[in-house]
């Protein structure tokens, strides 16, 4: 089971160790994360992506504009917490 975040354009999710932002939003089913220190990929509901080792992220499904619904699948021991606007971890 996936876990599924709603997110806009510049907000941070902490993988584990690594910090990714969602960097664009083009549409509710497509747009760009980028993993500190690495280059932007893009993310649609096409197919998952693996942002880190063993993390596939996709587009879920549609939301109200500007922000994007982030499906996560991951091992259970690989923590996933959204970030909020200051860095500090939320939830």
């Known amino acids: 089971m996936a876990l599924v975040l709603s997110l806009r354009e510049g907000d941070q999710v902490r993988i584990g160790d690594v910090i990714a932002s969602v960097t664009a939003v083009r549409a ?5 994360m980028t993993v500190v ?3 932007p990929r893009a ?4 197919r998952a992506t693996e942002i880190v080792d063993d993390v596939f992220v996709s587009a879920g499904p549609r939301i109200s504009a500007g922000f ?3 499906a ?3 091992p259970r021991d690989i923590r996933i917490v959204r ?3 200051e ?5």
Do not use: C, N, Q
């Open 28 to 32: 509710h089913d497509d747009f760009d």
């Open 37 to 39: 220190g690495d280059r």
């Open 43 to 46: 993310i649609t509901d096409r």
């Open 68 to 70: 994007v619904r982030v």
């Open 72 to 74: 996560f699948e991951a």
């Open 83 to 85: 970030e909020d606007r």
């Open 87 to 91: 860095g500090s971890l939320v939830g």
